[in-house]
């Protein structure tokens, strides 16, 4: 059964202060890796995906990577507007039409 | 702006009603998804329409009926619910299965 575990739950950041959320999951067959944000109130926001180990994509301030074993979503230089929960998902190859997801981090940039 | 529309965005019912949600894609994508999305839970996939197939969730109650009468509407029909079944119902569209999901900002459903 496929897992996905993120951490940390909950990240409060001060403006400026680079960090990383983490995502770990275990999947017989990658079929892909999707990151997400999602802000109260709204549905998740698509952002990244990522399918195979070494790959990399950027997004403004947010860079996600991944290994065979688990991504990483690093935020340089956050600012308050990138307050929000930020999901993980993934797709394996076994099943087409199915995500799994993480409970998410949720994340909090102050001035 | 999204190019997933849900209707409506509140719901509260009691558990003898029946109701219906909806959910509109403008980027003509192939395939919609319902979901689940409980506190502290991460997403459930309750169904899946796409031109190749449905795919049902196995777990969700058969007081949970989806209705999908082309490939930009779907339908979420409630009936008879139970209080654990309060949660915000979120739908989203992809040009394939294999594709990115886009989300509407989903219904926030209460049950009295």
């Known amino acids: 059964e496929d897992q996905v575990t993120q951490s940390p739950e909950a990240l409060r950041l001060q403006e400026g202060e680079s960090s990383s959320l983490n995502c770990s999951y275990t999947?017989?067959?990658?079929?892909?890796l999707f990151w997400y944000r999602q802000d109260p109130g709204k549905g998740p926001e698509f952002l990244f995906t990522?399918?195979?180990a070494g790959e990399e994509k950027e997004k403004e301030r947010l860079k996600a990577t991944l290994t065979k074993k688990e991504s990483f979503l690093h935020i340089t230089a956050p600012k308050p507007e990138d307050s929000a929960t930020y999901l993980c998902?993934?797709?394996?190859?076994?099943?087409?039409?199915?995500?799994?997801f993480g409970t998410g981090t949720r994340l909090q940039v102050t001035l | 702006e999204t190019g997933v529309t849900q209707t409506p965005r509140h719901l509260v019912m009691g558990m003898t009603n029946k109701k219906s949600l909806k959910c509109e894609q403008h980027?003509?994508?192939?395939?919609m998804y319902w979901y689940k999305q409980s506190a502290k839970k991460p997403l459930e996939l309750m169904f899946v329409?796409?031109?190749?197939?449905?795919?049902e969730n196995n777990s969700v109650p058969s007081r949970f009926s989806p209705e999908c009468p082309n490939s930009s509407h779907l339908f979420l029909h409630l009936h008879t619910l139970q209080p654990e079944d309060s949660a915000l119902y979120l739908c989203?569209?992809?040009?394939?299965?294999?594709?990115?999901?886009?989300f509407g900002d989903g219904t926030r459903l209460s049950i009295l």
């Open positions: 989203a569209s992809s040009q394939a299965v294999e594709q990115p999901q886009h």
């Open positions: 999947v017989s067959g990658l079929r892909g």
């Open positions: 990522l399918y195979s």
């Open positions: 998902a993934v797709g394996d190859t076994g099943t087409a039409s199915k995500l799994t």
């Open positions: 980027l003509g994508h192939n395939a």
């Open positions: 329409y796409s031109l190749e197939e449905r795919v």
